[in-house]
């Protein structure tokens, strides 16, 4: 009599020691990695974080104690003598007018020449779009004199045109626009031109939705670049009257140096930490808002395909 016996079935891997360990190394992997960007986020965030408490603690003690804290001494006195001494208001009236006009035309401007560069022959399109590159290897400060020079002529010196067209359609926004729209399947442009479409209206209604993400990048970072600019308005805009944020801060810190005559050394400090927190609060709202729109913007201007 033939006896079957049943086949063999594959039963589980046995667990080997490499198999255990591979977990724990993640584990292991993954808590020192967050521990390292812990201890990066507080080396960064621990002078912010000291000015801001330093702005509310007597201008006296400041100097005296910089690294003290009591509570019970907290006060609001560097702030009202700042918004009587310093003119932050006006400061940021003209960062305001500044940042909205040349702002916007940054984020209108640049996509579309992104758009003609990346999606339409043209005879020299190439060495156009190489001359656009070379510009963002010069240095700001070889160009403030030509560009001195060319507002004194055309006597734009302490205006607002002075502060808003120079740099307004920046070369950096044209190259990473165009790196994100030739990613843009053409498709989607010849579907739009047979259903009748305008050049314009292909921009407006097909491009523009689908590079979204990547125009809130760009505007997070075109604002930021607008608001701390410093060295061309210092230059252009001498007044008091045209004086952007940055301008007023950096003249409130020339005075702790004693270029004021008979400012007090530890009362300037203490105003140029109330403005300085002050200044700090629009690019923290704006980063906080649009966070999640910058980083998905930032990613879809770094993946191509």
Same mark, same amino acid.
């Given at each position: 009599?033939?006896?079957?016996?049943?086949?063999? =079935?594959?039963?589980?891997?046995?667990?080997?020691?490499?198999?255990?360990?591979?977990?724990?190394?993640?584990?292991?992997?993954?808590?020192?990695?967050?521990?390292?960007?812990?201890?990066?986020?507080?080396?960064?965030?621990?002078?912010?974080?000291?000015?801001?408490?330093?702005?509310?603690?007597?201008?006296?003690?400041?100097?005296?104690?910089?690294?003290?804290?009591?509570?019970?001494?907290?006060?609001?006195?560097?702030?009202?003598?700042?918004?009587?001494?310093?003119?932050?208001?006006?400061?940021?009236?003209?960062?305001?007018?500044?940042?909205?006009?040349?702002?916007? $035309?940054? $984020?209108?401007?640049?996509?579309?020449?992104?758009?003609?560069?990346?999606?339409? =022959?043209?005879?020299?399109?190439?060495?156009?779009?190489?001359?656009?590159?070379?510009?963002? $290897?010069?240095?700001?400060?070889?160009?403030?004199?030509?560009?001195?020079?060319?507002?004194?002529?055309?006597?734009?010196?302490?205006?607002?045109?002075?502060?808003?067209?120079?740099?307004?359609?920046?070369?950096?926004?044209?190259?990473?626009?165009?790196?994100?729209?030739?990613?843009?399947?053409?498709?989607?442009?010849?579907?739009?031109?047979?259903?009748?479409?305008?050049?314009?209206?292909?921009?407006?209604?097909?491009?523009?939705?689908? @590079?979204?993400?990547?125009?809130?990048?760009?505007?997070?970072?075109?604002?930021?670049? @607008?608001?701390?600019?410093?060295?061309?308005?210092?230059?252009?805009?001498?007044?008091? =009257?045209?004086?952007?944020?940055?301008?007023?801060?950096?003249?409130?810190?020339?005075?702790?140096?004693?270029? =004021?005559?008979?400012?007090?050394?530890?009362?300037?400090?203490?105003?140029?930490?109330?403005?300085?927190?002050?200044?700090?609060?629009?690019?923290?709202?704006?980063?906080?808002?649009?966070?999640?729109?910058? @980083?998905?913007?930032?990613?879809?201007?770094?993946?191509?395909?």
């Amino acid at each position: 009599m033939t006896t079957l016996t049943a086949p063999d =079935r594959p039963g589980p891997a046995p667990a080997t020691a490499t198999s255990g360990r591979r977990p724990r190394h993640r584990a292991l992997g993954s808590v020192g990695s967050h521990a390292f960007l812990g201890l990066l986020t507080l080396a960064f965030l621990a002078p912010v974080v000291w000015a801001v408490i330093s702005a509310f603690k007597p201008a006296g003690q400041i100097v005296s104690s910089p690294l003290s804290l009591d509570p019970s001494q907290l006060t609001v006195s560097n702030f009202t003598a700042m918004f009587s001494d310093v003119p932050i208001g006006r400061g940021f009236v003209n960062t305001l007018v500044v940042l909205a006009v040349k702002g916007s $035309m940054t $984020m209108f401007f640049a996509p579309l020449a992104a758009y003609g560069f990346a999606k339409y =022959r043209f005879p020299l399109r190439d060495a156009l779009f190489g001359t656009v590159l070379v510009t963002l $290897m010069l240095p700001t400060i070889v160009l403030i004199i030509p560009l001195l020079l060319e507002m004194k002529e055309l006597g734009w010196v302490n205006t607002y045109q002075a502060l808003i067209l120079p740099g307004a359609v920046d070369a950096f926004a044209i190259f990473w626009m165009r790196q994100v729209i030739a990613a843009v399947p053409d498709e989607l442009m010849d579907a739009a031109r047979v259903d009748g479409c305008g050049e314009f209206g292909i921009f407006a209604r097909i491009l523009v939705p689908v @590079i979204r993400p990547s125009l809130a990048g760009l505007a997070v970072l075109t604002v930021m670049n @607008i608001y701390n600019d410093f060295v061309w308005p210092v230059v252009i805009a001498s007044s008091q =009257r045209m004086a952007t944020l940055q301008v007023v801060l950096s003249t409130l810190a020339q005075n702790i140096s004693g270029n =004021r005559i008979g400012a007090d050394y530890a009362t300037v400090t203490g105003e140029l930490l109330a403005a300085s927190s002050v200044a700090l609060v629009p690019l923290l709202l704006v980063f906080v808002l649009l966070q999640r729109h910058f @980083i998905n913007g930032i990613i879809a201007g770094s993946v191509k395909g």
